[in-house]
C-alpha cells in the first residue's frame, strides 16, 4: 500500500510537472525534499533526546508504573476477558501508559509482549482473540496525553505557541479512542449473534 | 486567558518541574544521569525515522511543486468545503493509516506552506497526535505471534482512523474555528 502511494506521489507529480512544461521544478523539488527530511530528523532530535531522557527518569521514579496503577481499572473493563492476576494485564497496562506518554518506541515492545502473553491464553493460535482485537483496537487509534514529538516540530517551524495543540489532541484521541472501543465491542456482539466467528 | 491558553501554556512546563523533583526527593533517583542514559536512546529512535522522512518529503515535494497538488485540491475543493474539510489535509489524512512518518512529513510540508499556526496546521498537529499507524500496528502485533485471521480488527482500526480524522476536524474547528 505504501509503495503504491509513494509511487503514484513520485510520478504523477513528474508528470504533471511535464505537462505543465516545469519539468526543472522536479530536480529542485527532489533535492528540496530530501533537505527538508534532514533537517526535520535535525529538529525532532532535539525534542525526542530530552523527551526520552525525561520519561527515563519518570520511569525510574516509578511515574509511569503509578500511571499504569491508575489506569489498571479501566484495563479491566476494557479487557474483561483476561484472568485478573495474568501477567498480560501487565503489560497491557503498561503499553498504554507508554502511549500515553508519548513514548512510541517503548510502547511497541510492550504491546508486544502483551500479544505473546495473550496468545497464551488464545484458544485458537491463527485467530485474534477478542482481548487482542481490543488491544490493537486501542494501539491504532493512539491514546496520547503528550504529543512531544509534534511539538517539537511546531517549534522548529516556527509556531507562537507550539503546546496550542495538546488540548486539541487530547479531546480528539479521546474522542477516537472511544469510537474504537465502542466499535470493538459493536462487531463482536454483531459476529456473536451470527453464530461465532466463521471461516 | 482562556482556560485552553492556560492548559496550552502551564501543562507542559509543570510536567517537567515535577517529575525530576519528585524523582530526586521522593525516590532518590540521581536524575542527571538518569536522564542522560534516557536520551542516549532518542538519537536511535530519530535516526531510524531519516529515511522515510526523506523518501517521503521527496515524494510530497514533487508532487505539491509540480502543480498536482493543486489540481487534486481543485478537484476535491467542491466536494469537501462544505464539509469544513481543507483539501490540502487530504493527503494526510489518507496517509495516516498508512505510514506514521509519511503523514509526519506532510504535516511538516504544511507546516513549512501554510505555518503551524495557521488553522491547517493545527489541524494537521491535532491529528498526527491523535491517531496511530492502523497498518503498522496490524502488520507487527498480530504478525509477532502468528496471527492469520484477524477476524474483524482491520475494519475497526479503519473505521477509528475514519472517527480520528472526523474528531480532529470537530475539535480544531471548535476550538480554533
Redesign the interface.
Known amino acids: 500500500?505504501?509503495n503504491v502511494?509513494?509511487l503514484i506521489?513520485?510520478v504523477?507529480?513528474?508528470?504533471?510537472?511535464a505537462i505543465?512544461g516545469?519539468i526543472d521544478?522536479?530536480t529542485?523539488?527532489?533535492l528540496?525534499?530530501?533537505k527538508?527530511?534532514?533537517i526535520?530528523?535535525a529538529g525532532?532530535?532535539s525534542i525526542?533526546?530530552?523527551?526520552?531522557?525525561?520519561?527515563?527518569?519518570?520511569?525510574?521514579?516509578?511515574?509511569v508504573q503509578s500511571l499504569a496503577k491508575l489506569i489498571y481499572p479501566l484495563a479491566r473493563f476494557l479487557y474483561p476477558s483476561v484472568p485478573k492476576n495474568h501477567p498480560a494485564m501487565g503489560s497491557i497496562v503498561a503499553n498504554m501508559s507508554a502511549?500515553m506518554l508519548g513514548l512510541?518506541?517503548a510502547a511497541?515492545p510492550l504491546?508486544?509482549k502483551a500479544?505473546?502473553q495473550?496468545?497464551e491464553l488464545n484458544p485458537?493460535?491463527?485467530?485474534?482473540s477478542d482481548a487482542?482485537?481490543t488491544?490493537?483496537?486501542i494501539?491504532?487509534?493512539?491514546l496520547?496525553i503528550?504529543?512531544a514529538?509534534?511539538?517539537g516540530?511546531?517549534l522548529q517551524?516556527?509556531?507562537?505557541?507550539?503546546?496550542?495543540?495538546?488540548?486539541?489532541?487530547l479531546?480528539?484521541?479521546f474522542?477516537?479512542?472511544t469510537?474504537?472501543v465502542i466499535?470493538?465491542r459493536y462487531?463482536?456482539a454483531r459476529?456473536r449473534r451470527k453464530g461465532g466467528?466463521q471461516e | 486567558m482562556s482556560i485552553v491558553q492556560w492548559f496550552a501554556s502551564w501543562s507542559l512546563p509543570l510536567i517537567i518541574a515535577f517529575i525530576p523533583t519528585y524523582a530526586f526527593l521522593i525516590k532518590k533517583v540521581p536524575v542527571y544521569d538518569t536522564f542522560i542514559d534516557g536520551a542516549k536512546g532518542g538519537f536511535g529512535t530519530v535516526l531510524k525515522l531519516l529515511p522515510h522522512l526523506v523518501g517521503m518529503l521527496v515524494a510530497v515535494t514533487v508532487f505539491r511543486e509540480s502543480g498536482a497538488m493543486e489540481l487534486l485540491i481543485k478537484a476535491l475543493n467542491p466536494l469537501l468545503q462544505p464539509l469544513g474539510v481543507p483539501p490540502e489535509f487530504l493527503p494526510m489524512a489518507l496517509l495516516r493509516s498508512i505510514s506514521g512518518s509519511g503523514s509526519m512529513a506532510v504535516m511538516t510540508d504544511i507546516f513549512q506552506a501554510h505555518g503551524p499556526d495557521s488553522f491547517l496546521g493545527r489541524l494537521a498537529s491535532t491529528m498526527q497526535g491523535a491517531s496511530d499507524t492502523t497498518l503498522y500496528v496490524l502488520t507487527v502485533y498480530f504478525g509477532s505471534v502468528g496471527i492469520k485471521k484477524a477476524r474483524y480488527a482491520v475494519k475497526v482500526g479503519l473505521l477509528a482512523d475514519l472517527a480520528s480524522v472526523i474528531a480532529a476536524l470537530l475539535v480544531t474547528h471548535w476550538i480554533f474555528g
Request: with cysteine; hydrophobic share 50%.
Open positions: 500500500m505504501i502511494i509513494w506521489l513520485l504523477t507529480g513528474i508528470v504533471v510537472a505543465n516545469r521544478v522536479v529542485e523539488a527532489v528540496n525534499g530530501a527538508q527530511g534532514v526535520v530528523c525532532l532530535l525526542v533526546v530530552f523527551w526520552m531522557g525525561l520519561m527515563k527518569v519518570a520511569e525510574e521514579a516509578g511515574l502511549n512510541g518506541s511497541t504491546g508486544l500479544m505473546q495473550l496468545q485458537h493460535k491463527d485467530r485474534a487482542m482485537c488491544l490493537l483496537a494501539n491504532t487509534s493512539g496520547t503528550i504529543p514529538t509534534v511539538i516540530l511546531r517551524y516556527g509556531s507562537a505557541r507550539p503546546t496550542e495543540i495538546v488540548i486539541t489532541t479531546l480528539a484521541t474522542l477516537a479512542t469510537t474504537a466499535l470493538d462487531f463482536r459476529e466467528w
